[in-house]
């Protein structure tokens, strides 16, 4: 039973440039949720999609987008790429909406921004 | 809004050692509360668990037990092996609202 799985696992933009990363979650599962963590910090979160809407979200700006797949497949989208945008995005799954329910998470994507 | 605060690290002990990391939270509602472990380079894998007032959660010789009178979820182990060695993560999620996390404690152990 496959996990959570992330691509790609490394990543090196410029400032401006736009980024696509992609999640697949676990068999099962319905839910993305994506989160980002910078150096030395707990996990942030920026959305969470359900049903292929976006149906929560953290305090990130509009340059953060997302999208699901009718498969519950996820992307997250960043434009306009800030320096400050360096940090590993994580996804996690989850069975239903209700976040209660655990997630699991991804091992990451690990983005760096010049 | 919901909140959940760790103890400072790093935290340095020697193996077969006792392990205490502090975790409290602030939550409207009954809140689910989770401790999660992240090795390096990796990501978050789930630890244990506790989703009432009470529970006590356990897995690979971890425990922790959901404190409602001092919203606390204390994170224990009796032996630590160097294995342990790891960031752990002390989180919260409530009905309708999404996961929140503590700013995390790192953990290493020596031989």
């Known amino acids: 039973d496959a996990g959570v799985t992330q691509s790609p696992t490394h990543l090196i933009k410029t400032r401006g440039q736009q980024v696509t990363l992609r999640c697949s979650p676990k068999?099962?599962?319905?839910?993305v949720s994506w989160y980002q963590q910078a150096l030395g910090q707990g996990p942030q979160f920026i959305f969470q999609?359900?049903?292929?809407?976006?149906?929560q979200r953290g305090n990130f700006p509009d340059r953060f987008s997302g999208h699901q797949f009718p498969n519950y497949s996820s992307e997250l989208n960043v434009n306009a790429l800030l320096l400050g945008d360096s940090a590993l995005y994580l996804c996690?799954?989850?069975?239903?909406?209700?976040?209660?329910?655990?997630?699991?998470f991804g091992p990451g994507t690990r983005l760096l921004v010049l | 809004g919901n909140s959940v605060t760790q103890m400072e690290g790093p935290v340095t002990l020697s193996e077969e050692a006792f392990l205490t990391i502090n975790c409290t939270y602030t939550?409207?509602?009954?809140?689910?509360l989770f401790w999660y472990v992240q090795y390096p380079g990796e990501g978050l894998q789930l630890l244990l668990k506790?989703?009432?007032?009470?529970d006590k959660g356990s897995n690979k010789g971890f425990e922790a037990t959901y404190r409602k009178e001092t919203t606390s979820f204390h994170l224990e182990k009796g032996s630590v092996q160097v294995s342990d060695s790891a960031v752990y993560f002390c989180?919260?999620?409530?009905?309708?609202?999404?996961?929140?996390f503590g700013p995390g404690t790192r953990l290493s152990v020596l031989p």
């Open positions: 996690a799954s989850s069975a239903g909406f209700w976040v209660q329910e655990t997630q699991y």
């Open positions: 068999s099962g599962h319905d839910t």
């Open positions: 999609y359900y049903e292929e809407e976006e149906r």
């Open positions: 939550a409207t509602g009954y809140p689910s």
């Open positions: 506790a989703t009432k007032a009470d």
């Open positions: 989180a919260l999620s409530s009905y309708g609202q999404n996961f929140v």
